[in-house]
């Protein structure tokens, strides 16, 4: 095993977009770097765009790195890991980004007892704005957790969590881009109603969002603080409010971030 060498098994787009980020940020070198998928385009499109060693053995991967991102999707887990779990030796840190697969799933799938971080990026991180929740199993020491949570923010904000919390990351951060998207397609529609071209109505939207989420983030106020600032009196947003709030706007966003948390505890 090379020391300090970052795996990959599974080289699909979340895999894509946290190698990009750690390479832009040069938190990790190229060669550094080793990852393997079954499709023959992932592997070449991955050497192509990020000139890090690719294979389509996964063991290969297991036996060559130090940290290993389990990056398949929850159906293939099992598959994957009784592949690479005879490889795997107490001193590599597995690092899971499966949904719904919990620190218990993935050491019954070892057999054994092994360092396990488990970690639930979203698809922003495509664009290095990425939120990740992680945690950890007893095993996994403070400098291991510190090292994997600079990787994963080189592509966003990573903040760690009890296991018994990432349900609700996956509610309030990994599924809620779909609820966002949905909010400026909507916002984007009214525009178009009130007259505006679609492709302008879509850029003023999704800026609209880009910059309330950022005022949340860099002020530190309440974002209900924020939206009083926005609401004058006898003004239009103030109209706009109080029908977003007569059918129920909030209770349905709770109610839908609800919905997530429970069918990922089904998982």
Known sequence: MKKGTIGFIGLGNMAKAMIGGMLEKGI?????????????????EAAERFHIQTTKDNKEVAQEAEILFLAVKPQFMAEAVAEIKDCITDDILIVSIAAGK??????????????????????????????????????VSDDQMGRVTELLASFGIASEVPEGLMDAVVGVSGSAPAYVF???????????????????????????VLGSAKMVLETGKHPGELKDMVCSPAGTTIEAVKVLEEKGFRGIVMDAVEACVKRSKEM
């Open 28 to 44: 990790v070198r190229p060669e550094e770097l080793i990852g393997a998928d079954k499709s023959e385009f992932a592997v070449k």
């Open 102 to 139: 919990t620190i218990g799933n993935l050491t019954e799938l070892f057999g054994k007892e092994i360092r396990i971080v488990r970690c639930m990026p979203n698809t922003p991180a495509l664009v290095l704005a990425g939120c990740t929740g992680i945690c950890r199993n007893e095993k």
């Open 182 to 208: 949905l909010f400026i397609e909507a916002m984007a529609d009214g525009a178009v109603a009130a007259g505006m071209p679609r492709k302008q109505a879509y850029e003023f939207a999704a800026q609209a």
